[in-house]
C-alpha cells in the first residue's frame, strides 16, 4: 500500500501501487477508500478528459471531492521554484442539476491564467457542498455527491478552455460525444504514436 502525503487538510489517499497503470495518454490505479476498493482511470484529448470510476462497495453513496485550490506544480513551499502558489478567483457556476456541472480558476503561479471546465457526470448530481471557502490565496473546494449508484461506476468527461464557459462546453462537445472511454483511449494513443513516429532509435548505436 503506497499513501499520497496528505493534502490541504485531506487525509492521505492510499493506492494500491501494484495495481498501477501508466501509459501515454492513459493511467491507471486502484484506490482503498469509503467505497472499497475503487479502480480510478483516466485518459485525455486535447481539450477534453475523461475519468471513469469504479468500486466494489455499491451500498454506500458515492462522492467526488471537486479541489479549485490544486494547480500544477503546486508547492506548500513559495521559495522552492521562485514563485508563490495564488488562486485570485474560482468557483462553481453550474450544479449539475442540468447534468452540467461548470466552473473556473485565476490562479498565478509564474504567470497569471484563468481556466474554465464543463464536466459532464454519467450519473444526476444529488447535491453539492462547498467544504471550504476561499481564503486570500486559497481556492475553494466541494463535494459532488451523487448518492447510491447500484452499477458501480461513475463516468466524468471534462472539457477545459482558457477563454470561456461556452468554449470549454464546445471543446467537450467536439471531442467528446458519441465517443465511449475506450474510444477516448484509442484515439489518445494513437495521436500519441503519430507524435513520437517521427523519431526512430537505432538500437545498434552505442
Not at 487538510?9 to 501501487?17: D, E, H, I, Q
Not at 486535447?46 to 506544480?73: I, M, N, Q, S
Not at 459532464?120 to 467544504?131: A, D, E, L, N, Y
Not at 482558457?162 to 464546445?170: F, H, L
Amino acid at each position: 500500500m503506497y499513501r499520497i502525503k496528505r493534502w490541504n487538510g485531506f487525509p492521505a489517499l492510499p493506492l494500491v501501487k501494484e495495481t498501477e497503470r501508466a501509459e501515454p495518454g492513459y493511467y491507471a490505479v486502484d484506490v482503498e477508500n469509503g467505497l472499497g476498493r475503487t479502480r480510478c482511470e483516466m485518459t485525455a484529448l486535447r481539450r477534453t478528459a475523461v475519468y471513469r470510476f469504479r468500486w466494489t462497495d455499491r451500498t454506500r453513496p458515492a462522492k467526488l471531492l471537486v479541489d479549485l485550490d490544486w494547480l500544477l506544480g503546486h508547492t506548500e513551499d513559495p521559495e522552492l521554484w521562485g514563485w508563490g502558489h495564488v488562486v485570485h478567483g474560482c468557483g462553481l457556476t453550474r450544479d449539475g442539476k442540468d447534468g452540467i456541472v461548470a466552473g473556473w480558476q485565476h490562479s498565478k503561479q509564474w504567470t497569471k491564467h484563468t481556466v474554465y471546465f464543463v464536466m459532464r457526470p454519467s450519473q444526476p448530481v444529488r447535491s453539492v457542498v462547498k467544504i471550504r471557502e476561499r481564503d486570500g490565496i486559497t481556492g475553494e473546494t466541494y463535494v459532488l455527491d451523487f448518492g447510491v449508484i447500484p452499477e458501480g461506476e461513475l463516468r466524468l468527461e471534462m472539457g477545459i478552455s482558457n477563454r470561456s464557459e461556452s468554449g470549454a462546453e464546445r471543446n467537450l462537445t467536439a471531442e467528446l460525444v458519441g465517443k465511449s472511454f475506450e474510444d477516448v483511449r484509442r484515439a489518445c494513443a494513437a495521436a500519441w504514436r503519430n507524435a513520437l513516429g517521427w523519431y526512430e532509435l537505432d538500437p545498434s548505436t552505442p
